[in-house]
């Protein structure tokens, strides 16, 4: 998954030169506002080096999203195993993304997304792949639909705290599976322009 390119994104591993961009992307209020906790510089890199682990055990991970045309990292797009029990769709793979303000609304989370479904279902052959968010969170609910994502329903996240983020605690679950990702990649191939 180390390497995937899109038109305008390469998404690759975490190197040590990308730790103070990581950490904003872990810690600012504006990007962080539909998560729990923003992290330390310390929790961030330790995050880091968990995600880089990730994709040597499993071959799957958040990666960064690296601009091709100025190199520039803008945010964070891949998969990842959800295996704890306290998910009531475990085990399965997740997609995700999050990006800086200023590469948000420009296509690049559906861009880098695409190419990670891509990976998941024509290399890693699996079944099936989910993505989750806050319910008020309406900019991934439409990255989700623009892939081909159906709502599966809504749930509490086992991870969050209805004492101290109640307006977080409920998310969305969306899925797609390997089965409708080839039909719309045979009907897209084939329909003209």
């Known amino acids: 998954m180390d390497g995937l390119q899109t038109?305008?994104?390469t998404l690759r591993r975490w190197r040590e030169a990308d730790?103070?961009?990581?950490?904003a992307l872990n810690s600012?209020?504006?990007?962080?506002?539909?998560?729990?906790?923003?992290?330390?510089?310390?929790?961030?890199?330790?995050t880091m080096d968990r995600w880089n682990a990730g994709l040597d055990d499993n071959g799957v991970s958040f990666l960064a999203a690296e601009r091709r045309r100025d190199g520039a990292v803008i945010g964070t797009i891949g998969l990842a195993p959800i295996t704890e029990d306290a998910y009531r769709f475990a085990p399965t793979v997740q997609i995700g993304w999050r990006l800086v303000p200023d590469a948000e609304g420009q296509g690049y989370a559906s861009e880098g997304a695409r190419a990670c479904l891509a990976h998941g279902f024509d290399v890693l052959r699996l079944?099936?792949?989910v993505a989750q968010c806050v319910v008020e969170n309406r900019s991934s609910e439409k990255v989700m639909l623009r892939l081909g994502m159906t709502l599966r329903g809504t749930f509490d996240h086992p991870k969050v705290s209805t004492a101290t983020h109640p307006h977080l605690v409920r998310h969305s679950l969306y899925g797609l599976t390997a089965e409708d990702w080839r039909e719309t990649q045979h009907g897209s191939a084939s329909?003209?322009?």
Do not use: N, Q, T
């Open 127 to 129: 079944p099936d792949i």
């Open 28 to 46: 600012d209020p504006v990007i962080m506002r539909f998560f729990d906790k923003r992290l330390s510089r310390e929790e961030a890199d330790a």
């Open 19 to 23: 730790r103070p961009i990581f950490h």
């Open 191 to 193: 329909r003209p322009g």
């Open 7 to 9: 038109e305008r994104l």
